[in-house]
């Protein structure tokens, strides 16, 4: 049973436009969610997070953007730099005790220039 | 600092070998994880630990095993290798419930 869920197994867009990666979950006890970004033959590097008690949280030019209602969370990336070209994860965790992460398949982002 | 150090990069096993997938940490962290990462598939938690003395499994534990005996090691031990086992295995750490530090991975094939 997947928890956290990634629907599109790659994106392109091309240099300068913007990015939008999308990311579902199931577990109503996640309160923590966090975006990580991997390039090949590295290991993920953290992006950016959002509590549950936000909607959104911005840090340059990526915005995340929490919709609890509907158990979904987005990564935007504006505006996309041949750079940004990795797989981005999403990862979440309950606030039930001690909780460990749970990731998604992830994205793979290809920005042309 | 360092950060995440994991050792080998790459190793292949014969099936039935055994092995241990060394991460060392230099950042004080009380957590530390072991993930893995199968083609096309999110990490999925092989093991982790909240503090020296202290493991507990995760999501998909068999066939290894892990030890802590300081803050800054945690050695992950796979017994009799399978093919099943084949992936790359990411050791992570983190000062709390927050953003996970990872190495940089170990590519392991079975064959």
């Known amino acids: 049973d997947q928890q956290v869920k990634q629907n599109s197994p790659s994106l392109s867009v091309q240099e300068g436009r913007i990015s939008i990666l999308n990311c579902d979950y199931t577990?109503?006890?996640?309160?923590?969610f966090l975006w990580y970004k991997k390039y090949p033959a590295e290991g993920p590097t953290f992006l950016i997070s959002i509590s549950s008690i936000k909607d959104k949280n911005e840090d340059g030019r990526f915005t995340v953007f929490l919709n609890k209602s509907a158990k979904h969370l987005s990564l935007h990336i504006v505006p996309s730099q041949p750079g940004d070209s990795a797989v981005y994860f999403c990862a979440a965790r309950s606030n039930s005790g001690y909780s460990t992460l749970t990731f998604g398949k992830g994205t793979m982002l290809l920005v042309s220039p | 600092n360092a950060g995440v150090t994991q050792t080998p990069k790459f190793r292949i096993l014969k099936i039935g070998q055994s092995m241990t997938l060394q991460c060392t940490q230099d950042m004080n962290h009380n957590y530390m994880y072991w993930y893995r990462q199968d083609p096309g598939m999110g990490l999925k938690l092989i093991y982790y630990s909240v503090g020296a003395g202290i493991t507990d499994k995760g999501e998909v534990p068999n066939g290894y095993n892990v030890s802590r005996s300081t803050t800054e090691d945690f050695p992950l031990r796979l017994e009799l290798a399978a093919p099943s086992q084949t992936s790359v295995y990411f050791c992570?750490?983190?000062?709390?419930?927050?953003?996970?530090?990872f190495g940089s991975g170990t590519q392991l094939s079975v064959l």
């Open positions: 992570a750490s983190s000062p709390g419930q927050g953003e996970l530090f």
């Open positions: 577990n109503s006890m996640f309160d923590y």
